[in-house]
């Protein structure tokens, strides 16, 4: 059991740009929660500070995140008419976890357009299934709360047989076809696994640095097609890039990341 | 004439995190400094006060940056044994004009290596002219301090003949061949004219909004290959994406960045 991603994310103003929040079991990888959730968080107090949707977001990841109480303190850095601009630090126990800068700003329907490469091929929703349980320790918990269909040549890792293309692509939803909000990409934009997993590398798990998430449409009802890849592998750093389609097939986000590569 | 740009980039600590600094003219595009030379000036402050060099920075663009004095007021957030992490704000006249988020740090060679990609195919160096004047409007004073070489296929767009592909490829060095370093590439990430004036769309200029610069490698001598394209145009927004290659065939920098598309 667990609470969905509205409430695993529901923010309570404290004053004062002051935001109390809750980190909740469920949304961890091994205890340590979830990057993207995270970052759902904070966005949610930041965006309900400033009145208005997020348009793109950089976190830098600092500790480690267990499940409990957290703060997180915004400040608006500039408010104008088209978009505004803040920062804030989300912490536990007093120690900042994850701080991050963003501006805000509703979607503007119009003006020149041209979309250079297709929505991601996958099969369809209806014939993929969830993944069985890796044959490679428990299903981690995160799991439970979210729907991933990962496309069937790039799930072989789980079982010890990477692709050998740095690359997971796959369906996002959140259980129990929760809606997708623009916040909601921010947990889609780190929930599959990370693609280096299907290198034939031996990098063991890849703890972000920093993530930038740019919301380029609010995503129609139902799941998201994703692509997630990582393009150069190297002094211990890695990138992952990322493009999430909406059922329409209109790009509604484009993540990126800065990871390191422990073994 | 003008000052290089170590000079153009020059902080002085007036103590608590803040520094001053000088807004350089001819560094600038119709009197707008350079984003990537914004950049780097307050990049310059930040890690002097980290006393390390940049790994990942992301700005945010507030306000035009005429030449003259600005303050950077830096913030050091974790100070960590790898990494160190630091937000700042550069004002002008006592307004916001450029806030940062970075977290800084050594490379450290070593450990699993694998680049996707190869570096971009240009012409060699000696064997590209810098561009001749073009037909429309004065040749920004920018162009004075850096020598940019673009692909003679991407130029066309400068005599109102697009390649039809958002793409920019070309080589980027320094006026007089100054030693490009970390901080450099903060500029080199934004130097060359927006790829969609290849596209034949009608956008007119792409102000920054956000710009996330991965600093990948410390560069060798000599100038660096450079590719920037945008892959999605919608709703009054673009992407940028970039990469940058040094003399030895490696990958020093990877920018991507979200721009508005006025007419």
Same mark, same amino acid.
């Given at each position: ?9 529901? $923010?309570?103003? /404290?004053?004062? #740009? =002051?935001?109390? &929040? *809750? ?6 990888? @091994? %205890?340590? +929660? ?39 303190? $915004?400040?608006? /850095?500039?408010? #104008? =008419?088209?978009? &505004? *601009? ?6 536990? @126990? %007093?120690? +900042? ?58 799930? @072989? ?107």
């Amino acid at each position: 059991m667990g609470v969905n991603f509205a409430a695993a994310t529901a $923010v309570q103003s /404290i004053g004062d #740009g =002051r935001y109390g &929040a *809750t980190v909740h079991d469920g949304w961890d990888i @091994g %205890g340590n +929660a979830n990057g993207g959730y995270l970052m759902a968080i904070a966005v949610r107090a930041m965006s309900e500070e400033i009145g208005r949707p997020p348009l793109t977001v950089t976190g830098h990841y600092l500790r480690p995140a267990p499940a409990g109480d957290c703060e997180i303190d $915004v400040t608006t /850095i500039r408010s #104008g =008419r088209r978009l &505004a *601009t803040a920062s804030a630090t989300l912490s536990m @126990g %007093g120690k +900042a976890t994850l701080t991050l800068l963003a501006t805000f700003g509703d979607q503007a329907p119009g003006g020149p357009s041209r979309q250079m490469e297709e929505p991601v091929e996958l099969p369809a929703w209806e014939d993929s299934a969830a993944p069985p349980p890796s044959t490679e320790g428990p299903k981690p918990e995160l799991m439970n709360r979210i729907d991933l269909r990962m496309h069937p040549d790039d799930s @072989g890792f789980r079982d010890g047989q990477p692709s050998g293309r740095a690359e997971i692509r796959g369906w996002f939803a959140l259980a129990d076809a929760e809606p997708i909000d623009a916040i909601a990409l921010m947990l889609a934009a780190d929930a599959f696994p990370p693609p280096v997993f299907n290198s034939g590398l031996p990098v063991a798990w890849a703890p972000t640095v920093e993530l930038t998430v740019h919301v380029r449409g609010v995503p129609a009802p139902g799941p998201l097609r994703c692509a997630f890849r990582s393009r150069f592998i190297h002094d211990g750093l890695l990138d992952e890039e990322g493009e999430i389609w909406d059922s329409t097939g209109t790009l509604v986000c484009q993540s990126r990341q800065l990871a390191l590569t422990p073994r």
